[in-house]
C-alpha cells in the first residue's frame, strides 16, 4: 500500500517555460494513476517536461518520471512531437515498470518457499 493517498502524492516539477499548466496537470494525473496501486510505499516522485527547440528533432517533447518505491528506483521516459503524446508515453511505461516490480517480487518471494501473502508454507 502507498504511503500516500495518491490525490496526496507529492511530486517534484523540473520545466521548461515552454510546458504549460495543462500538461503539468496531465503529467501529476498520470504519474498519480500509475502509482495508485504501487506494491511499495512511494517515497519520490519526480517528472521532468521539457522542450527542445532544435528544429531537426522530430520529438521535441520530453517526458521523464523518477520514482522511488521504498529504495527501489523506477524511471520511465518518452519523447514525442507533443507535450501531451510524451507524458501519455511515459506514464504507460512508468505504470508497466510498476507492474513489473509488483510481478518480480512475488516470483521472488515464491522462490524462496512462501506460497502465500502471510508467509505459510515457508520453510522453518
Not at 4 to 17: H, R, Y
Not at 57 to 82: E, K, T
Amino acid at each position: 500500500m502507498p504511503a500516500t493517498a495518491p490525490n496526496e502524492l507529492d511530486i517534484q516539477f523540473a520545466t521548461s517555460k515552454d510546458v504549460s499548466q495543462e500538461d503539468l496537470r496531465q503529467a501529476r494525473e498520470t504519474v498519480a494513476r500509475a502509482l495508485a496501486h504501487a506494491p511499495r510505499p512511494v517515497l519520490y516522485a519526480k517528472a521532468m517536461l521539457s522542450v527542445l527547440h532544435d528544429p531537426a528533432v522530430p520529438r521535441p517533447c520530453l517526458a521523464s518520471f523518477r520514482v522511488d518505491l521504498n529504495g527501489l528506483p523506477v524511471n520511465a521516459h518518452a519523447a514525442a512531437a507533443s507535450m501531451p503524446e510524451a507524458v501519455s508515453l511515459a506514464g504507460t511505461r512508468l505504470r508497466a515498470r510498476v507492474e513489473s516490480t509488483a510481478q518480480y517480487r512475488e516470483t521472488r518471494r515464491r522462490a524462496r518457499g512462501h506460497t502465500s501473502a502471510t508467509g505459510e508454507g515457508a520453510p522453518l
